[in-house]
């Protein structure tokens, strides 16, 4: 089954660990609950550096809110939320797949930027 290009676009650009991801379908199945970065650390079994970048990486993408020291799942348009059921399902069914494609995807900006004054390649 190929996976659909949006799809992967989408999974690439917006989540920077497989951690990210993870955190976004346990909001999405706890819909509307606003939780607490130390909440999210105690059910996810996670840092708060990790809670820290995820929701600021999932809040960059439009899928989540924090408000008053609360995160909750609330994408910015039906398109957005159709693509995170899209990658939420996907990795329900393919997660090697899903994993690979955040692993490999491509590096950010300032990576690009600094490899430019390599004087050779590595």
Not at 12 to 38: D, I, Y
Not at 102 to 122: C, E, H, N, Q, Y
């Given at each position: 089954?190929?996976?659909?290009?949006?799809?992967?676009?989408?999974?690439?650009?917006?989540?920077?660990?497989?951690?990210?991801?993870?955190?976004?379908?346990?909001?999405?199945?706890?819909?509307?609950?606003?939780?607490?970065?130390?909440?999210?650390?105690?059910?996810?079994?996670?840092?708060?550096?990790?809670?820290?970048?995820?929701?600021?990486?999932?809040?960059?993408?439009?899928?989540?809110?924090?408000?008053?020291?609360?995160?909750?799942?609330?994408?910015?348009?039906?398109?957005?939320?159709?693509?995170?059921?899209a990658a939420e399902a996907l990795y329900a069914t393919r997660p090697d797949a899903v994993r690979?494609?955040?692993?490999?995807?491509?590096?950010?900006?300032?990576?690009?930027?600094?490899?430019?004054?390599?004087?050779?390649?590595?």
């Amino acid at each position: 089954m190929a996976v659909k290009p949006e799809v992967s676009s989408f999974i690439r650009s917006t989540f920077r660990s497989v951690w990210a991801l993870e955190m976004l379908c346990f909001l999405r199945k706890n819909r509307g609950q606003p939780w607490s970065h130390g909440d999210l650390v105690a059910a996810l079994r996670g840092s708060e550096l990790l809670v820290s970048q995820s929701v600021g990486s999932l809040t960059a993408a439009g899928l989540v809110v924090e408000a008053d020291g609360t995160v909750r799942y609330q994408p910015v348009s039906e398109a957005v939320d159709k693509l995170a059921t899209a990658a939420e399902a996907l990795y329900a069914t393919r997660p090697d797949a899903v994993r690979r494609m955040i692993v490999a995807a491509p590096p950010s900006g300032l990576t690009r930027f600094a490899d430019a004054f390599k004087l050779w390649p590595d």
